[in-house]
């Protein structure tokens, strides 16, 4: 072979290469930026709560290299347990929900509390903690103050009573195993929320 014909051959590999790196680096970039449906919270959701229809919605993003550690439209979380709390807007992570029966139930217990014993900061989603107090009366020894429950998330929250001084009706999601020890805490003494940002 003729050093020009050479020459000519290896020029016309050359460009062949630079072409192919050229699309090959397009493809990736337009793979990497297609729009897909995610699921994404429209509710939120207390950790070891059922996920239902109504507290989800699918959006389109662009997520690129973490892509896989949130959960795609293909999969369908409703009936999954949260294994923390969700906020509205979130995207659910694939690491965030499990099967329900693998973990224990959250269940929903309405109460009662004086508008003054639960902080005007707290609203659906919050985190609080209850505790059970006794105002101390004449020659009683004082009874120190006891946390009933630690991390319940409000689902629901009724302030119409405030204005005159009166109750509010507070609904909070919290393990099972809590419901008797807050029923039990409600019969004596009040029952006081401490607004909570873990």
Known sequence: M????????????????FIAALVA???MSITANQRQKYWVAVNPVAAGSQVQSQD????????????????PASI?????????????G??????????????ELNEEISLSLRSVD??????????IHIFQVHDQENGVPAIEPFEVIHGAQVTSLDRKG?????????????????????LAASTSGRLVAVLSYE
């Not at 003729?2 to 290469?17: G, N």
């Not at 989800?56 to 959960?71: C, F, P, Q, R």
């Not at 369908?76 to 509205?88: D, E, H, T």
């Not at 979130?90 to 973990?103: D, F, N, Q, R, T």
Request: aromatic share 6%; glycine share 8%.
């Open 118 to 127: 639960i902080p005007t900061g707290v609203a659906p989603g919050s985190l």
């Open 162 to 182: 405030t204005n005159f001084g009166g109750e509010v009706a507070l609904t909070i999601a919290t393990n099972s195993r809590y419901i008797e020890r807050l």
């Open 76 to 88: 369908n979380p409703v009936g999954a347990i949260s294994l923390r709390k969700l906020s509205p």
């Open 2 to 17: 003729s050093p020009k014909k050479e020459r000519s051959t290896r020029f016309v590999i050359s460009i062949a290469l």
């Open 90 to 103: 979130e995207l659910i992570p694939v690491a965030g929900l499990v099967k329900s029966g693998e973990i």
């Open 56 to 71: 989800l919605s699918l959006i389109e993003v662009t997520l690129g290299n973490s892509h896989s550690k949130y959960l």
């Open 25 to 27: 680096s397009f493809l």
